[in-house]
């Protein structure tokens, strides 16, 4: 069994900062990509951004230069660091791990619960 569990979300005011974490536990081999996603409320879900276990980034362009994804391989752990938040940001973001788990022959595309991120003042 693997489970991702996201941490960091809350309420911020325009321009806040918060960061986000997603750490994968349980039967891991291997992970390869890392990445967040969000959904807004009547919204389709849609790319913020992704990096590969070889350090490749891509950013949704709604928030390019304002957010930074990062990863720690040694905790199974991905990161987002979002800045200049803007009321547009709102919404619930999900981060995802392409997992290979222990025994398993091919990566899975594993999913957080997701967290709330609302920005307002």
């Known amino acids: 069994q693997v489970q991702l569990v996201e941490s960091g979300g809350g309420l911020v005011q325009p321009g806040g900062s918060l960061r986000l974490s997603c750490a994968a536990s349980g039967s891991i081999f291997s992970i390869n990509a890392m990445g967040w996603y969000r959904q807004a409320l009547g919204k389709e879900r849609e790319l913020v951004a992704t990096?590969?276990?070889?350090?490749?980034?891509k950013y949704g362009d709604s928030v390019k230069d304002r957010f930074t994804i990062s990863r720690d391989n040694a905790k199974n752990t991905v990161f987002l660091q979002m800045n200049s938040l803007k009321p547009e940001d709102t919404a619930v973001y999900y981060c995802?791990?392409?997992?290979?788990?222990?025994?398993?022959?091919?990566?899975?595309?594993?999913w957080g619960q997701g967290t709330q991120v609302t920005v307002s003042s």
């Open positions: 990096l590969t276990r070889g350090g490749s980034t």
């Open positions: 995802n791990q392409h997992i290979l788990p222990n025994g398993g022959s091919y990566y899975y595309a594993y």
